[in-house]
């Protein structure tokens, strides 16, 4: 095993005896910096693990401890001490929550934030001070392996749910957005060149890192991936003009592990700050490139200043009383492991039992004998990929559990593990209802690990052909079948889909998945997820996906906007879900139907709850150009609020867009540009924006 000595307590002879103003933590990181010697300051820039015991260890043991960078003993500065995500903290037994993606399906900033901040706590209990585990990339087609490491498809969503993940993280450790930029190929993430234009660039595929760099985000990861012919780790376009020039960014990059880095000039001139895990293109190489003059020693300086200037003052953060062993998997992050799985479920489908005229969910407990439980992934421990983003939680509740204990001794379980379809028909007869647990494990999507049997790129996005058989099969038999599907993004399901009544998209649900399943199952929670992407009819909704592309063009359309544009009919589109009442939208009002290029849009809309019990609704504001210079998208999301409303009550939900918010990217200007004309604010329940129709405004010119 690889060993690293490590600078005693995770901020050493930095922790904090007083608060520091921003200014003190300037002046002590420029301090420590003029003490350093070259080699002191290079070793900064460089993960601590030794390379070649490093690497075996990383095969035996991946992420069980924290990964050090930039340990300086001679002044007591500690390293970044790495760990990793997203679904939870990746060492020891964390608190495993639902996979991003289902944390993106709650649209719970709030939520989010404590998820962030227990994360935090877990991190900082187990030795570390930095989480490597806030992946924002978009994503822009369903097949991409690690679709359930991110919050879906749409930049605004994806800013505001990581901005909050980065929020509840950093009152504990420090935080890393990543992968910058374009990443969603998996198998080829190492060579592939994402060409995008500079409108794609900054209008889809930016968006959310900025936003969670104004957030506050201290750290970046770059990707694998190219963009525009450059290797994301070398690449100064990104990491110096847009990233530190216009976004501002006083924080520090480190590279992907292992491939992040191919060439030691090449990275440090694009901005580069710290390689992980281990010295190989940094370390010796990078000294010898500054000593014989072809790099400046005021880049080392630059960079180390960074890393110094965040280790001060993350050094100054924390709730020391909140942080210790005992916190890892704590009784409070399990129940929030629970809720957040609760309000990630979407309930796809709920239709009406044409004996009763009631839909055929939630099941009354009181009112059935014998409930079928079918399927191989009902009774698997099925909370994701086993990547990088591995949790080892102490215990998962699998669907079969959480179902067999709260239907209590009053409901017979009866099992089967569907491989054979005949026996899990004959399972069926005479029960009064059927659930089918079926969809995708690590092995059908996932990192793309090289000699490892795990994912990567999705094969197909349907069900395999067996589980389709399954479904047609046990519902002929029952037809009070309801099936529950668990992935990571959007599964097609046309050739089943109109045969079954009810439908629930679970994701990965974490640790207390199988609870929060039999919760949404039996009426103790009414559903409220909403889907953060498109799920298509077919493959030809999506934008072209080659898992093998060494080049590849993403373009201003994908998701919502390319169905929008095309006129295409999704089977689930995005932002829809339903719940167990009803939500009925009224009085739609512009504060104003003309603003200034520097005003607000300020846009209330009244929701009741129209149905019979308390729920939540996430309500959604989209925007379109309707008169533009430019191509633009027909809508696209510009906020969202969810609120809880009792039966019968109805809430006024208010939304202020900055003008600023509508602009498209010029290319000729290479600037942001709000133009005056038409639009149209749309408020729904879903990106279909059915509820009411759109209301027109304009935008005055200077
Ligand atoms: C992944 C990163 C991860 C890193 C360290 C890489 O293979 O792409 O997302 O943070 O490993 O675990």
């Not at 770059?222 to 110096?240: D, F, I, P, Q, T």
């Not at 008169?627 to 906020?639: A, C, F, W, Y």
Request: net charge negative.
């Amino acid at each position: 095993m690889a060993k690293v000595k490590m600078v005693p307590g995770i901020w050493g002879a930095l922790t904090a005896t007083e608060a520091l103003t921003g200014e003190q933590i300037r002046e002590k990181a420029a301090d420590l910096l003029s003490q350093m010697s070259l080699s002191e300051k290079i070793h900064q820039m460089s993960g601590d693990t030794p390379l070649v015991p490093g690497t075996v260890e990383m095969q035996l043991a991946y992420n069980k401890r924290p990964y050090p960078a930039g340990e300086n003993f001679r002044l007591g500065i500690p390293g970044i001490r790495f760990t990793d995500g997203p679904r939870g903290v990746v060492m020891s037994a964390s608190t495993c929550f639902p996979v991003t993606m289902g944390r993106g399906a709650t649209w719970d900033i709030e939520l989010e934030e404590r998820v962030g901040d227990a994360i935090g706590v877990e991190a900082r209990s187990q030795g570390a001070n930095y989480f490597g585990g806030v992946c924002i990339n978009l994503l822009r087609h369903p097949a991409w392996g690690r679709a359930q490491e991110t919050y879906g498809e749409d930049p605004f969503h994806l800013g505001e749910m990581g901005a909050s993940l980065v929020r509840g993280i950093q009152r504990h450790v420090m935080a890393c957005i990543k992968h910058f930029a374009a990443n969603s190929i998996e198998n080829t993430r190492f060579k592939v060149d994402v060409r995008l234009c500079e409108r794609a660039l900054h209008e889809v595929y930016l968006p959310h890192f900025k936003r969670c760099v104004d957030e506050g985000a201290v750290s970046v990861m770059s990707a694998y991936n190219k963009v525009n012919k450059e290797h994301c780790g070398h690449n100064a376009y990104l990491l110096r003009d847009i990233l530190k020039e216009q976004w501002g960014f006083e924080g520090f990059v480190i590279s992907d592990f292992l491939l992040g880095i191919r060439d030691t000039h090449a990275a440090i001139t694009g901005g580069l700050d710290i390689e992980m895990p281990f010295a190989w293109h940094y370390g010796k190489k990078l000294k010898k490139i500054v000593e014989s003059g072809q790099v400046p020693e005021s880049l080392i300086d630059d960079a180390v200043f960074r890393i110094l200037k965040q280790k001060v003052r993350f050094a100054q953060i924390g709730e020391h009383e909140r942080y210790g062993l005992q916190q890892v998997a704590c009784r409070e992050h399990r129940v929030l492991a629970r809720e957040v799985a609760q309000k990630s479920i979407v309930l796809l489908k709920n239709d009406d039992i044409p004996e009763t005229g009631n839909p055929i969910l939630p099941i009354d407990k009181s009112k059935i004998k014998r409930l079928a439980v079918i399927g191989r992934l009902a009774a698997a421990e099925n909370i994701g990929d086993k990547g990088s983003s591995m949790v080892r939680p102490p215990y998962v509740v699998t669907p079969l559990e959480g179902i067999s204990k709260a239907a209590g001794n009053g409901v017979e379980i009866q099992f089967d593990n569907g491989r054979d379809i005949n026996s899990a028909v004959k399972t069926t007869c005479n029960t009064d209802a059927a659930i089918i647990v079926v969809g995708y494990t690590h092995r059908q999507e996932g990192e793309n690990i090289p000699f490892s049997p795990n994912g990567g790129d999705r094969d197909s996005l349907s069900l395999t052909r067996h589980d389709e058989i399954l479904i047609q099969a046990v519902s002929a038999q029952n037809s009070n079948t309801v099936v529950i599907l668990v992935g990571g993004s959007a599964i097609i399901t046309e050739s089943w889909r109109d045969g079954i009544p009810a439908i629930i998209m679970a994701w990965y649900p974490g640790m207390e998945g199988g609870h929060a399943i039999a919760d949404v199952l039996f009426g103790d929670v009414n559903p409220s997820g909403k889907l953060p992407s498109v799920f298509p009819k077919s493959k030809d909704q999506l934008p072209f996906f080659d898992k093998k592309a060494k080049s590849i063009e993403y373009d201003l359309y994908h998701g919502y906007r390319l169905m929008d544009k095309n006129d295409y009919e999704s089977a689930f589109a995005f932002g829809y879900g339903l719940s167990y009442t009803t939500f009925t939208y009224s009085n739609l009002q512009l504060a104003q139907s003309e603003i200034d290029l520097d005003g607000y849009l300020q846009v209330s809309v009244e929701v009741t709850n129209s149905g019979g019990i308390a729920g939540d609704e996430i309500v959604q504001l989209y925007v379109g150009c309707e008169r533009s210079k430019v191509d633009r998208p027909v809508k696209e999301l510009k906020g969202f609020v969810k609120k809880r409303l009792d039966p019968g009550e109805t809430g006024q939900i208010e939304f202020t867009v900055p003008a600023k918010n509508l602009a498209y990217y010029d290319e000729d200007r290479s600037d942001w540009v709000v133009e005056s004309t038409d639009y149209r604010v749309y408020v729904g329940s879903s990106s279909l924006v059915n509820d009411l129709p759109g209301k027109r405004f304009y935008i005055r010119g200077n």
